[in-house]
């Protein structure tokens, strides 16, 4: 059963390509999230992965998830904690990745009446809010930081988090933090 305006798991597969959708900046919170995957290594060398999620209205930043792995289950159990604190967006804006365009994942959002934004196939800009946010994270965070075990990179980033949203004003919001510009 479909829902309008949502696709469903079924069709949102099979639909492999995707119109063009503008960038537009919302005029409140929940309108639109983005998500994206970085990836960083431990000193040991071993490989982890951050899912970050970051409100396009007032770039704030609704979580970062650090693990070794994140599939589509994992996905969810972040957006479902994003939503228990913040409430739900109408909109998520993603690339194309396996994660995204799962089975489970789709269920979910169609379940949940969340509509998906995938971006197009090799076009990172229109997904630009969550790019620059994956910059700010890479050189604050990632990069000024060797990590002995996943809970310090979870540690470090938890701190950077509430810095970010609280205390570090943004030129696009006039100089004003992510909090302070949705009061």
């Known amino acids: 059963m479909s829902v309008k305006g949502f696709p469903s798991p079924q069709t949102a597969q099979a639909h492999q390509r995707q119109p063009r959708q503008p960038l537009s900046i919302p005029l409140q919170a929940n309108i639109e999230w983005a998500m994206d995957f970085m990836s960083d290594a431990l000193d040991s060398g071993r490989t982890f992965r951050t899912l970050n999620i970051v409100d396009h209205f007032n770039r704030q930043c609704m979580g970062i998830e650090v693990d070794f792995n994140l599939p589509a289950r994992r996905v969810i159990e972040a957006l479902e904690r994003a939503i228990e604190r913040y409430g739900k967006p109408l909109s998520i804006r993603t690339d194309n990745g396996p994660e995204f365009r799962a089975k489970r994942f789709m269920n979910w959002m169609h379940n949940n009446h969340i509509q998906w934004n995938p971006i197009q196939k090799g076009k990172p800009q229109q997904n630009a809010i969550i790019e620059?946010?994956?910059?700010?994270?890479?050189e604050d965070v990632l990069d000024a930081n060797v990590f002995?075990?996943?809970?310090?990179?979870?540690q470090v980033t938890h701190k950077w988090v509430d810095d970010y949203?609280?205390?570090?004003?943004?030129?696009?919001?006039?100089?004003?933090?992510?909090?302070?510009?949705?009061?």
Request: glycine share 0%; hydrophobic share 25%; proline share 6%.
């Open 132 to 138: 620059r946010f994956n910059k700010t994270y890479r």
């Open 148 to 154: 002995s075990s996943l809970d310090n990179a979870r």
């Open 165 to 183: 949203n609280h205390k570090r004003p943004h030129q696009a919001l006039n100089y004003q933090t992510p909090m302070a510009y949705a009061a």
